[in-house]
Each structure stands twice: as structure tokens, then as C-alpha cells.
């Protein structure tokens, strides 16, 4: 029985099920429409369907986070300037799953997963004043298609850029990614940030943040954007979890 178990391994480890899934979302909002297991159809659902609300909040930080899941450009571009236009003002329900049957062999049970706006039959039955809207919007969205995929691809270009700020002492994958939606994606902004900003950006993220000590971060982030891996190695050898010892 499943009591009280939320969501779906698919038979995979962690990692791997996330890749799947930002692989599947991926084909889905490039081709608006894919076969799959039913299983996967659902939970791919779950995934995207979170990933597009987001896109219509239009600013820079909403972008990065998508970018961390949608890493084709391309398709990065075609959910900002076609997908999120077209969708319009529909407040959620982005996707349709339609059950196929059992697959012939292993009789897994198949089905698809499209964007509704994106379906030639709901089209067909659209009045012809939502299809003027959506033109009007469409177009008012082509106008700004330069500026945002130049904004974009320079959003995915300092994602693909980013330091693996974990190498500084004291410093795992939770704060790393706390640094990086503030802004500090390099070992360079990192060493140039001061400490009582550093403190600042762990007391909004909770209680649970408080407690860490980032007055030894800079030194080391200097030492890694400098390249001077062997003197920042001595320093850490001096640390203890990243704190300067007492």
C-alpha cells in the first residue's frame, strides 16, 4: 500500500530520476507533444507544469531558475517567446495525459502527455475572438523576442559559467545555491562579497542557516579565483568546517 508516500521513483535513484524528468519536460515544451509510460507521463507532469508558471513571471531570477532545468537553449528560448504567449491568462492545467493502452511486450501502460494550447481539436473549437486575443498577444510578445532571448542566453551563459562554490570550506550544496540565486556565482563575487552581506543572505534563509560562519569564505574564494589551489588547501587544513579554529 502507498499510504502517506508522495510521488513516483520510476525505478530510479535521485539523480537519475531527475534527469529524466528535466529530459522529458524538455521534449515536451520543444515538441508540445510525447509518448511515454503512464507513469512518467504523470509525474513529468507535476515537473513541467510548476516550470511554465514560473516562466510567466518574466524577470531575470525566474529565468535562472528554469534555466538549472531546461538547459537546451533553444527550447529555454521557445517557452519565453511562444509557449508562455500562447498559454495567455489560463491560471494552470498547462498539460492533458490521454491513456494509450498496454505496451506490447512488457505491457506497460502507455499514454501521452500534451500542452492543451498546443491541441489542433480544442483549437478548432476556440471562438474567434479568443484566437484574435491570442494573435494580439502573440504579437505584442514577438516585439520583445530579441531582448529576451539575448537576456536569456545570457542568463544560461553565466549559468554554464558558474563556479562550484562547494569547494569553499563551510559551504555545501543548500548555501551554494542560496549564494547563486543572490546574485554570487563565481569564486570572483564571492571573494568580493563582504561577510555582513554574507550573513545577511543566510539569516533570510531560516533559522536553520544561522548558525554558519562565513567570515573565512572570501579568503577562500580569492584563493580559488586566483587559481591557488595548493595555498587554499593549507588554509582549509587550518579550518574546521570552514570556521577559523578556536
Not at 128 to 139: E, H, I, L, R, W
Not at 188 to 214: C, F, M, W
Request: aromatic share 4%; no cysteine; net charge positive.
Amino acid at each position: 500500500m502507498r499510504h502517506r508516500i508522495k510521488g513516483r521513483k520510476l525505478g530510479r535513484t535521485a539523480s537519475h530520476r531527475t534527469a529524466t524528468l528535466r529530459s522529458l519536460a524538455t521534449a515536451l515544451i520543444k515538441h508540445k507533444k510525447i509518448t511515454t509510460t503512464l507513469a512518467k507521463a504523470k509525474q513529468t507532469r507535476l515537473f513541467v507544469e510548476p516550470i511554465i508558471t514560473k516562466a510567466k513571471n518574466d524577470t531575470v531570477h525566474a529565468r535562472r531558475l528554469i534555466a538549472k532545468d531546461i538547459q537546451d537553449k533553444d527550447t529555454l528560448k521557445e517557452l519565453f517567446a511562444e509557449v508562455v504567449p500562447k498559454i495567455g491568462d489560463r491560471p494552470g492545467g498547462y498539460t492533458r495525459v490521454v491513456k494509450l493502452g498496454n505496451r506490447v511486450g512488457d505491457a506497460a501502460e502507455m499514454a501521452i502527455i500534451e500542452l492543451v494550447d498546443y491541441n489542433d481539436l480544442a483549437e478548432k473549437k476556440a471562438s474567434k475572438s479568443k484566437k484574435q486575443t491570442k494573435a494580439k498577444t502573440a504579437k505584442a510578445a514577438a516585439a520583445k523576442v530579441a531582448d529576451v532571448a539575448e537576456e536569456v542566453k545570457d542568463v544560461v551563459e553565466e549559468s554554464s559559467n558558474a563556479d562550484d562554490l562547494s569547494k569553499v570550506e563551510g559551504i555545501g550544496p543548500k548555501i551554494s545555491e542560496l549564494l547563486q540565486n543572490a546574485g554570487i556565482t563565481t569564486f570572483a563575487q564571492l571573494a568580493e562579497t563582504e561577510v555582513e552581506k554574507l550573513n545577511e543572505i543566510l539569516a533570510e534563509a531560516g533559522g536553520r542557516y544561522k548558525s554558519h560562519d562565513p567570515s573565512t569564505w572570501p579568503q577562500q574564494a580569492k584563493l580559488a579565483a586566483d587559481g591557488k589551489w595548493d595555498e587554499l588547501k593549507a588554509l582549509q587544513d587550518e579550518l574546521d568546517g570552514g570556521r577559523e579554529k578556536k
